[in-house]
């Protein structure tokens, strides 16, 4: 169906995309833990797969999109502990900024959106199911899952379980009595025993909750199935979380791999430095976005290709505006209606562009600025064939911006700046022309000054002007309501 190579972490090789069933794609990809507000590391995670996931359904793949949100975990029970809030207010709370962060990004939602709360009974039985399979054990009311009856365990993180076996041995020596607890340093929590007091859930070994590999293993299996296309996330989640999930999965379903691509998106540095929470060096996606648009936070994470880090700096996201505001310059030559991009779209179902699109198709087709949009679409279509290139596929929007500038032929230009837009909106880009919004604010301090020059020409006893102004504003549906000896009111109807 297509071209497509994507890079695997588990093979280190690039490799042809060949979807288990044809023209048929599962993505999961891991969500946030919602303890916090979201930063601008977690903005390049959501944004990566937000093109991945708009390029596929572009490519004409039947997508399915799943992403988890992980609003049970001990970062969220200590967060809630520090500052006094009940759990599951404070996961609701940040699940909400997270989807306010993502919106304002412009990243569309995914077609399902599971909570690690609701699926609680079926990771019980995902337990239980390893317990009997002897993959699992239980230990002092918590279940571990038993890293040496997975022959595999290492796979994606390419170590054997000899050297992590050596290397945990070293972490444990200061922790003796993990020892005691589990059979194996390496084994990992499936279930953690917990006080009554703290949020949990009664199990059959006691009360406790999940650990976090667990939920993405369960999840998977529910909303998508046992083995699913592409796996994704951040880097900093191939060890342990991505290789946890498969020794879970995979020794449940008798060695049925979990996915058949792993893809990982690289950090935000600063000074060198994976941008984080623990090291404070972070700037949250609303810092970020209170300063710079979503198109330039979108266009800074899209230059740099998702495997490399983005080295952040106040220089490189200047840079990344520049280049926003001359695609935009660019863009104005586009008559309204030649738009059909992944503007935002008010409530409605997210439309997704296709590269069949009728509008496309006849874009490419057409006499005079065939040419143009086809080299496009070759250029955005080889750039992004090769393991999602971006940075690549940017720069032929660049090269058609330029072709605009210089273009003498209005409707030319008009042409291939519907190009632009379109294949613009395939990675996210809105190219929504700011510069002519203004806010709410800004609107009624207009509607004031209207006012003042109503006033002044009733002073004037210029009725017709002032009538005038008042039916200007009624027309846009503010009415104006006179007071008696006093300055008028108005309303938005
Ligand atoms: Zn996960």
Known sequence: MSGLKVFNTLTSKKEDFVPLKAG?????????????????????????????????????????YVRNIT??????INRAREI???????????????????????????DMEPRATEYIKPMMTFVEELIKKGHAYVSEGDVY?????????????KQSIEDLLHGARDQVRSQSELKEIKKNPVDFALWKSAPQSEMGWESP????????????????????GVTIDIHGGGEDLIFPHHENEIAQSEALHDGESLAKYWLHNS??????????????????????????????????????????????????????????ARLLRAARFAKDDDAH????????????????????QSLRDDGEAGDVIRKLHADFVESM?????????????????????????????????????????????????????IDSDTGAQLVERLLDLRDAARANKDYKQSDQIRDTLQALGIKVMDVKGGRAQWEKE
């Not at 909750?209 to 939920?215: A, I, M, S």
């Not at 300063?291 to 200047?318: C, G, K, M």
């Not at 992944?342 to 496309?360: D, E, I, Q, W």
Request: hydrophobic share 40%.
């Open 341 to 360: 991009s992944s503007v935002r779209n008010n409530g409605k179902a997210h439309k997704y562009l296709t590269s069949n699109h009728p509008c496309l």
């Open 71 to 76: 609003d049970i975990d001990d970062k969220i």
């Open 84 to 110: 006094d809030e009940r759990t599951e207010k404070l996961a609701r709370r940040f699940t909400f900024t997270f989807w306010k962060d993502m919106d304002a990004l412009n990243v569309a939602p995914p």
């Open 205 to 224: 070994w006691g009360w406790g909750r999940p650990g976090w590999h667990l939920e993405c293993s369960t999840m998977i299996k529910h909303a998508l």
């Open 267 to 324: 950090f935000v540095q600063v000074d060198a430095e994976k941008m984080s929470k623990s090291l404070g060096n972070f700037q949250t996606i609303q810092s970020v976005l209170a300063n710079y648009s979503p198109d330039t936070v979108r266009l800074f994470v899209l230059q740099t290709h998702y495997r490399s880090p983005i080295e952040f700096s106040a220089d490189s996201v200047e840079a990344a505006k520049a280049g926003t």
């Open 385 to 437: 064939d090769n393991d999602f290139n971006t940075p690549q596929a940017i720069s032929a929007l660049f090269a058609v911006a330029d072709l605009i500038f210089s273009s003498k032929d209005e409707n030319l230009a008009a042409k291939y700046a519907a190009g632009l837009k379109a294949y613009a909106g395939v990675l996210g880009l809105t190219l929504t022309d700011t510069g002519k919004m």
């Open 145 to 157: 899952f038993d890293v040496l009856s997975f022959k595999s365990y290492g796979k994606l993180r």
């Open 24 to 64: 048929k794609v599962n993505l999961y990809s891991c969500g946030p833990t919602v303890y916090d507000l979201s930063h601008l590391g977690h903005a390049r995670k959501e944004i990566n797969f937000d093109v991945i996931q708009r390029y596929l359904r572009f490519s004409g793949y039947d997508l399915t």
